[in-house]
Each structure stands twice: as structure tokens, then as C-alpha cells.
């Protein structure tokens, strides 16, 4: 059951993302000039991942765990993985963990970048 709550919420969270991804581009213009539509993906899944996770600490609607499933991990992790991030992140910091979480975003963001130029070169080479 689990894993149908986490489908219904990616479902919703990844149609919300393209669908205010492509309405930001469309009136943005240019999205490989600066990607407006991921960058307000990305702050607006923090900030909701933020509210829904102080609602989840703080006892309110849906601390029963299939909501959790559901918005949290569902909904907000199909909208945006940064959100998730971002949570990691300030739990980390707010852990006193400030080492590991500044290491947590160092690695993820230059390990990420480069992941993904190998994958573009792989990729690359193997259309020739």
C-alpha cells in the first residue's frame, strides 16, 4: 500500500512540475538562457517540503503515515528532488551536523555535474 501512495503523489508532483515548468518557460521565453521554470520548481518544492515537513513534526493533519507517503515523499518528491535536498540539508544543520551537511551539498552538487557530463559523453559516444 505504501507504494501506491508514493505513485499517486509522483503522479501529482511530477505533472505540477511540468506543468509550472513549461507555463514559467512559455512566459519566460528562453529557458536554456536561465531555466526560470526549474528554478521556481525548485524553490517553491522547498518551501512547501519545509511547511509539510514542520506540519509532519508538529502533529498536525497528516502525521499519519500514509500522508507522509503521500505529500511528502509523493507529491513533493515527484515535484522536485531538490526539495528533498534542501530537507536533508536543514535537518542536517538543524542536527548541529553542519560538517555533513555542508559535505551533503559540496558532493551532491559537484558529483551531480559531473555525473552528468559523463552521461552527455557517454552518450555521445555512443551515437557515433
Known amino acids: 500500500m505504501e507504494y501506491l501512495w508514493v505513485g499517486i503523489g509522483g503522479f501529482i ?15 519566460s521565453g528562453d529557458t536554456l538562457a536561465f531555466p526560470v521554470g526549474t528554478l521556481l520548481v525548485n524553490i517553491t518544492g522547498s518551501l512547501l517540503i519545509g511547511l509539510a515537513l514542520a506540519l509532519v513534526v508538529g502533529k498536525v493533519s497528516f502525521a499519519d503515515p500514509a500522508w507522509r507517503l503521500l505529500v511528502i515523499v509523493g507529491v513533493l518528491g515527484g515535484y522536485t528532488t531538490f526539495s528533498a535536498f534542501s530537507a536533508e540539508t536543514v535537518l542536517l544543520i538543524e542536527d548541529g551536523r ?15 555535474l559531473l555525473a552528468c557530463f559523463m552521461g552527455l559523453a557517454a552518450g555521445r559516444a555512443l551515437l557515433r
Open 98 to 112: 553542519t560538517g555533513a551537511a555542508v559535505t551533503y551539498v559540496v558532493a551532491t552538487n559537484l558529483l551531480g
Open 13 to 27: 508532483g511530477a505533472n505540477a512540475r511540468f506543468i509550472v515548468g513549461r507555463w514559467i518557460g512559455g512566459r
